[in-house]
């Protein structure tokens, strides 16, 4: 027994098939030599974009924070708050200065090491607060404390003189 088609009837055809005639097997039909070219060009595309970043990560690698970077006047962040700023350079990274108790200063880079989410410092818990994917770092170390961050906050020495508070490259074992 033959399969009646919609082409058999086009009297009830419905008004959408008359406006776009695109016949069934036209549109289903995804043959094995299409597919695997498509995977191919999806592949390689993937290995460019790859290749891409290797070469751009070996041909201009991160350069350390050269030299001391006035942040702001010591006395315009009250102790328990936080203060952005930005440091530029080859690239702008955004910082935070967490003015943690008297004399305790820290600062942190404000990109979350997970999905580069902007960080907070929340006075509240203590903790610094990943609010994409609730993970939590400590606010005097920049260690992970909870959630999917895979490494600390990247840090900066904090120097405070003559009532300026000042920003570089961290020191192994050396905090303010």
Do not use: D, M
């Given at each position: 027994m033959a399969k009646k088609s919609s082409h058999d009837h086009p009297e009830k055809m419905p008004t959408w098939k008359s406006d776009f005639p695109i016949k069934e097997e036209?549109?289903?039909?995804?043959?094995?030599?299409?597919?695997?070219?498509?995977?191919?060009?999806?592949?390689?595309?993937?290995?460019?974009?790859?290749?891409?970043?290797v070469i751009k990560a070996l041909a201009f690698p991160a350069k350390p924070l050269e030299g001391e970077h006035f942040v702001c006047n010591a006395d315009e962040v009250a102790v328990g708050e936080m203060f952005q700023f930005e440091i530029a350079g080859s690239?702008?990274?955004?910082?935070?200065?967490?003015?943690?108790?008297?004399?305790?200063?820290?600062?942190?880079?404000?990109?979350?090491?997970?999905?580069?989410?902007?960080v907070r410092y929340r006075k509240d818990l203590g903790k610094i607060e990943c609010p994409c994917h609730h993970g939590f770092f400590s606010a005097d170390t920049g260690e992970v404390l909870q959630g999917p961050p895979p490494r600390p906050l990247p840090r900066l020495e904090v120097v405070i003189r003559d009532g300026k508070v000042y920003v570089r490259e961290e020191k192994q074992d050396q905090t303010v």
């Open positions: 036209q549109v289903t039909h995804v043959g094995r030599r299409e597919f695997a070219k498509f995977l191919g060009l999806l592949s390689g595309t993937l290995a460019l974009g790859n290749g891409v970043i690239k702008v990274i955004p910082y935070i200065l967490i003015h943690l108790e008297e004399n305790v200063w820290r600062a942190f880079e404000q990109k979350c090491t997970h999905l580069t989410c902007a």
